[in-house]
């Protein structure tokens, strides 16, 4: 191969760091678990979206009787509570507490099995009225809530199975650590609750109330 | 290179036995990235029989080769199977194989769920392929338009297969380019800042970003899909107060995108192939930069411009058809800069550079005609004709089959150790380039002339006939072309010369260790001074007391995002066989499900959960530092 037509290019050499002293890195794991959080934010927009799209050109969306209001607020602040508690462990975790931080750990397990349990009941109380065949509004309603439901389970399955670690792998465990990427996965599903409230529960009710007909 | 002890050592940390076990567990990259691109290769191979079936039964008027549901199915079959199973996959193929030589790195930042993809992606593709088992494969296009897709138009199964193998994929899709994020971000060698990264990264992590982005619509889309078919909702069905279109605007949404994906990691290759036979730098790198990721961001912003004839407010047309010239705008300036770097430089011909001049020159032919359907009139007269096809396959096959060749040639050497035969290769160029040029410009034409696409026959008398055989005579010298060059590949294998490190005198730090590289990649942790770090005189491998040989475990460095400055080593997981076991009882879960077998469907899916489980397990107190 012939040579180069320019002469080399600028260099700027980097500082040597003595890489033998540097730590292990954990935090790819986490920077992981974001990139996954923001697929499945995306995920829920995308359901938003279709539930919008389908409404738009609805004369009342389907919703001459909005959903009930109170079950999704005492679920929302089952849900907060239980993004607390875990916050409570991963502070616990950073002390090297691992005892109080898997009780926080199970605590938040138990919380989030109430959410399941409380929405199955909200669930029983809409189906009279209200199946995923009744209509459009039917389908996106319960599939955007099923959705969530599934992400409560997947986040207690991961939780559980941070559970079930040892002591010492709870916090360090390159590349992750599981206590964190399971508590961040985890606020991330409460945070997606706090849109379904307020788009699929709470507007509805304006919109009922600003009908003019 | 002689064996030193150092790397004896690494050897013994990084080697894969070579096993049954071993084969199925690794978690090395190189093992992988060429396993994607075998795999995906053979879906081109497959694909191109496909559509190869479809231009036998158009040769003629009123042919009778294939029936018409036949030709459906067949044409169908041949679109998914080309835009989802060869053409990303074979660019991520790529980029598993070279991203982490071309950054200094030993493996990606999560070499497991390397394994997994590349497992489920292979799966998908069987899944899909199980279809045409039952004569029932999909049958509605690629982009599968409802309310044609739903039960009562398509009681068979092709459509569930088409909705499951492509969540499936979208795992994969996902998972893969996770990976790329994060390795490309925080596993660069010392002193590679983001402005030193070589433009292959950039595309590859812009589509990466997308692919985080876009994929969730068509998973969304597809869900539907499945409720609606299955379950009785009412997403897609007007009776019930669905919306056909919504259909298409998340595949659309996603579809679009989409068409980058396949595209930037090509055009990235080039930026890369093109300078490397110019002798010289490429001119205009941070414009190249600037644009790849414009592209991406942009191509959000124009999906709708496959809707143009659904009919919306004028407004809306008009922002998305500005948004489509917009594109084309950064498109071309690669291209000006791509000609002014052989403008300005030495060109070399080898045939790695014929493949990536042969495709500048079909991009520009499928942009022109590209502009001119994104112009609202224009794509009302041609929309649904051969015309279009002849643009999606002068911007499809010019944007990733001939960069995908030009990278072959260039980077085989790397991957086998040996070199492919010039004469061969430019043999297999030209006749692949005539090939090409004859099976697809008259299809300009028969597509003004009004021949409609995706009919399974025409009568005779319209003029048609004639451009027909030709085009059909055409697509099979192209497919002629293709085989030149595999044949080449076996010859190579058999008797190429060898090729040492850097063959071709590039710039890139991928040419820095052996051909092909040891399973630790670099003995030494390379250090970049400068944007072509085999061009400059600094010595990237210059380590005197063997501070960066990381022979403690199997470590790599771990650098800040902008500026490369090391701030850790990372520590990369040994093989396992349980991302293999993961995949399998996915795939379980999906075949469980479409055969109606939902307990066991129920039991699989926990099963991969356990599989996840035991796959993360720290085993021993060691891992805890
Ligand atoms: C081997 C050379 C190829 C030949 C001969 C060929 C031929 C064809 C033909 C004749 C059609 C139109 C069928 C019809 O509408 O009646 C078609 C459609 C299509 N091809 Fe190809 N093709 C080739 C390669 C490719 C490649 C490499 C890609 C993608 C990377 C591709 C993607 C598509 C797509 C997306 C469609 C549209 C399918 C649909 O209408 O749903 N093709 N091809």
């Known amino acids: 191969m012939s040579t180069l037509v320019e002469s080399p290019p600028v260099q700027i050499p980097p500082p040597r760091t003595k890489l033998r002293t540097l730590p292990i890195d954990q935090t790819r794991g986490i920077q992981a678990v974001y990139a996954l959080i923001c697929t499945e934010a995306t995920l829920f927009l995308c359901m938003f979206g279709a539930y919008y799209y389908l409404g738009n050109n609805k004369d009342r969306w389907a919703i001459e009787t909005p959903p009930e209001l109170v079950y999704p607020f005492v679920l929302l602040a089952i849900l907060l509570s239980s993004s607390a508690v875990i916050h409570w462990g991963e502070k616990q975790v950073e002390k090297g507490r691992y005892g109080a931080s898997r009780a926080a750990l199970w605590f938040t397990v138990l919380l989030g099995l109430l959410f399941l349990a409380l929405q199955g009941m909200e669930y029983a109380s809409e189906w009279g009225r209200l199946t995923p065949d009744t209509d459009s509004y039917g389908s996106i309603f319960y599939t955007i809530t099923t959705l969530h439901a599934a992400h409560v389970i997947a986040g207690l399955l991961l939780l559980a199975y941070v559970g079930f670690l040892p002591h010492y792998g709870f916090a360090r465990r390159s590349p992750h650590m599981p206590y964190q990427v399971a508590a961040r996965y985890w606020h991330f599903v409460d945070f997606v609750w706090v849109f379904i409230v307020g788009l699929l529960y709470v507007i509805p009710h304006f919109l009922v109330h600003g009908h003019v007909h | 290179m002689a064996e030193t002890a150092v790397a004896s050592q690494l050897t013994e940390l990084w080697e894969t036995p070579k096993t049954l076990c071993g084969w199925l567990g690794t978690v090395d990259h190189k093992e992988l990235g060429i396993r994607y691109l075998v795999t995906a290769f053979l879906f081109l191979i497959v694909g191109g029989v496909e559509s190869l079936l479809v231009r036998i039964q158009l040769t003629h008027s009123n042919m009778n080769f294939l029936s018409p549901e036949g030709y459906n199915q067949m044409y169908t079959m041949h679109g998914v199977t080309m835009i989802f199973w060869y053409a990303a996959p074979i660019l991520s193929g790529f980029a598993i194989y070279l991203i982490p030589l071309m950054i200094g790195a030993r493996d990606l930042a999560f070499p497991r769920l390397n394994a997994f993809t590349y497992w489920t992606f292979l799966f998908s ?44 994929l979208g795992i994969s899709t996902t998972g893969a380019a996770i990976n790329f994020v994060v390795t490309i971000f925080r596993f660069r060698a010392p002193g590679m800042a983001i402005s030193r990264m070589p433009l292959f990264a950039y595309s590859t992590l812009t589509i990466s970003c997308v692919i985080v982005f876009a994929m969730p619509a068509l998973t969304a889309a597809c869900i539907f899909l499945e409720l609606d078919r299955h379950w009785g909702t009412h997403f897609f069905g007007i009776a019930g107060g669905g919306s056909t279109f919504l259909w298409q605007q998340l595949f659309w949404f996603f579809g679009h995108p989409w068409v980058y994906v396949i595209f930037l990691p090509a055009t990235g290759m080039i930026s890369l192939i093109i300078p490397a036979f110019s002798r010289r730098p490429v001119v205009g790198y941070a414009w190249i930069a600037i644009s790849t990721i414009l592209t991406g961001l942009v191509g959000f912003g124009v999906w709708l411009h496959h809707m143009f004839t659904v009919g919306m407010s004028d407004i809306a047309m008009s922002i998305f058809s500005a948004g489509s010239m917009t594109i084309s705008v950064f498109t071309s300036i690669q291209v000006l800069a791509w000609l002014a770097t052989i403008w300005k430089g030495r060109p070399v011909a080898t045939t790695s550079m014929y493949y990536a001049v042969g495709s500048v020159v079909m991009l520009v032919i499928g942009g022109l005609s590209g502009v001119f359907t994104g112009i609202i009139p224009v794509d009302w007269q041609v929309h649904n004709t051969y015309y279009v096809v002849a643009h999606i396959h002068y911007v499809l096959v010019g944007s990733n089959v001939f960069p995908v060749f030009a990278g072959f040639y260039f980077w085989l050497p790397k991957m086998t150790g040996r070199m492919m035969s010039e004469k061969l290769g430019k043999l297999s160029f030209w006749v692949m380039f005539i090939g090409f040029n004859v099976g697809f410009f008259p299809m300009h034409i028969i597509g003004l002339m009004g021949m409609p696409r995706r009919i399974f026959t025409y009568p005779a008398g319209l003029g048609f006939d004639k451009w027909n055989m030709v085009i059909t005579i055409g697509a099979f010298v192209l497919g002629v072309g293709i085989l030149i060059s595999i044949i080449n590949l076996f010859v190579s294998l058999r008797s190429g010369k060898l090729a040492g490190p850097n063959p071709w005198n590039a710039d890139g730090l991928e040419w820095l260790t052996d051909s092909p590289p040891p399973p630790y990649d670099f003995e030494h942790i390379p250090l970049v001074a400068s944007r072509h770090p085999l061009w400059d005189d600094y010595d990237n491998l210059d380590d005197p007391d063997d501070d960066r040989v990381l022979d403690g475990g199997r470590l790599t460095t771990i650098t800040t995002w902008l500026d490369a400055e090391p701030i850790g080593v990372a520590t990369i997981p040994e093989d396992s066989l349980l991302p293999l076991v993961m995949s399998l009882t996915l795939l379980g879960f999906f075949l469980a499900y479409q055969f109606h077998a939902l307990w066991i469907a129920l039991a699989l899916i926990i099963l991969t959960f356990l599989a996840g489980c035991a796959w993360m397990w720290p085993h021993t107190e060691k891992e805890v530092l």
Do not use: K, N
Not at chain 2, 147 to 162: A, F, N, Q, R, W
């Open chain 2, 125 to 168: 593709g069987i899944l899909l392929y199980i279809s045409p088992f039952f004569h029932q494969a999909p049958h509605a296009g690629w982009f599968a338009y409802v309310p044609y897709t739903l039960t009562e138009y398509s009681p068979g199964v092709g459509m569930d297969y088409y909705a499951l193998s492509l969540i499936l």
